[in-house]
């Protein structure tokens, strides 16, 4: 190939590359149907990996009102829900003879019905394994235990030999998980979402889905259609549109979006590096029989989950008084 020809096939392939991506600060942007496949794709690895060793970091904090209105829509009762909390989680040859790992968590709740408050509380608990052996302390927990009506041991720090986790738990690491449905046949689903941002930057890709009302239609239409409820084949535009409307009507009257944003994360390695939601949304519900009133259900609520270090090593702090922990034995009650 002459130096031409070189010239134009390298002009040629920048410029598909450029049709196909664009690029701003936040990096390259990457075609929607691209992305959803390397979602999809990236799923598919994490179901089918035998993973040992991981980094999980887990962050929630929950707002939720439910109000409860007669068929005169006075208000007659409400729940309230606050909560917050995170998880850590890191492991180095889970399923391994020498398996390590460390799980803490920490989260405060508040929760009251009526005018009553039934729990206003925060905990903090840990899980570690180490030789073969499970470490457990729930010492700032007790109150959060006893706030629920329970009855707190009289050990926090308590320890059981469990050997190989694997076995202990009659696991097979090596056999892929059996899903319901094939990850392949939510791809045609997850295309119909209309508000997808893809980019891309140093072989990380995030993927956020922005979801309406209009969203959960097609889908619905969708599922519709791909049961064999209706065939949009031997349809008019004009009844494909009144069913639609009718969809929209029935699914309105129900789910009210302020916001809905899912952003999937996939790293370099091809497998989830982020899984968020952040949701504002609110639910209604008809009571049963005219004029008896309904239900108003309110969220405001971010969960994130980051991922990292799969199938690398993770390294694992544990605390330097895990022999002062007490032995559980077989015939003894776990925490």
Known sequence: MNKFNKLLMSTLSLFALTVMTSCDGAGITIDDAVANQRVVDAMEQMMTTQIDS?????????????????????????????ANGEVHVKVNDLFGDDAIGSVEASAT????????????????AALYLSEGWVYADITNATAFITAIGQTPPPVTTVKKQV?????????????????PIELEDALPYLNEL????????????????????????NVAMKVAADSGQFDPTQMTSEDIEGIRST??????????????????GVGADGFLSKLYADLDIAVTIAKEGEGQGHELHELDASFHIDISNVNQVVDVVLPDNLAQ???IHEDQPTV
């Open 325 to 327: 922990y007490t032995e």
């Open 54 to 82: 991981f980094e999980i970091d887990v962050t929630a904090d929950a707002e939720y009102l439910g109000r409860f209105f007669d068929g005169q829509s006075v208000e007659n009762g409400r729940n309230e829900l606050d």
């Open 163 to 179: 050997g190989n986790l694997a076995t202990a738990l009659g696991f097979d690491p090596e056999a892929p998980i059996d899903l």
């Open 109 to 124: 709740v508040y929760a009251k019905e009526g005018q009553t408050v039934l729990i206003d509380s925060e905990l903090e």
């Open 247 to 264: 969809f929209y009507t029935r699914i309105s009257s129900v789910v009210s979006i302020a916001e809905a944003k899912i952003t999937l």
């Open 194 to 217: 209309q508000d997808i941002k893809a980019t891309e930057k140093d072989g990380e890709l995030s993927v956020v889905y922005t979801i309406t009302v209009n969203d959960i239609v």
